[in-house]
Nanobody, 125 residues
Framework: QVQLEESGGGSEQPGGSLRLSCAAS????????MAWFRQRPEKQREAVAA???????DYADSVKGRFTVSKDNVENTLFLQMNNLAPEDTAMYYC???????????????????WGQGTQVTVSS
């Protein structure tokens, strides 16, 4: 089992930045594909960024150039740096994990069996 806990959400103005963190409970998390999903109001959950076991990353087109996913293997923590935030980034953000293979931001939410509780990000002026 993998337990995930997100933190770092909050309110920010358009153009601002936030950094989300995801603490993983298992030391062997390096064997998992990790990703960030979000669910915007009245929308389905969508992948935002993925971090593969070999360090490869992938992003949804809507966040490319603005969001960066990274990992601290010592602290067992996954990060999502979000810059130049826009109102359409307002969503609940989830840290997720799955066994390796097809680790991209094109994966459907059902491909990921492990989910955190989520952290809310609100972008408004």
């Amino acid at each position: 089992q993998v337990q995930l806990e997100e933190s770092g959400g909050g309110s920010e103005q358009p153009g601002g930045s936030l950094r989300l963190s995801c603490a993983a409970s298992i030391s062997t998390w390096n064997a998992f594909c990790m990703a960030w999903f979000r669910q915007r109001p009245e929308k389905q959950r969508e992948a935002v960024a993925a971090f593969d076991i070999d360090g490869a990353t992938d992003y949804a087109d809507s966040v490319k150039g603005r969001f960066t996913v990274s990992k601290d293997n010592v602290e067992n923590t996954l990060f999502l740096q979000m810059n130049n935030l826009a109102p359409e980034d307002t969503a609940m953000y989830y840290c997720v994990a799955k066994p390796p293979g097809n680790c991209t931001a094109k994966q459907h939410a059902t491909a990921f069996p492990f989910w955190g509780q989520g952290t809310q990000v609100t972008v408004s002026s």
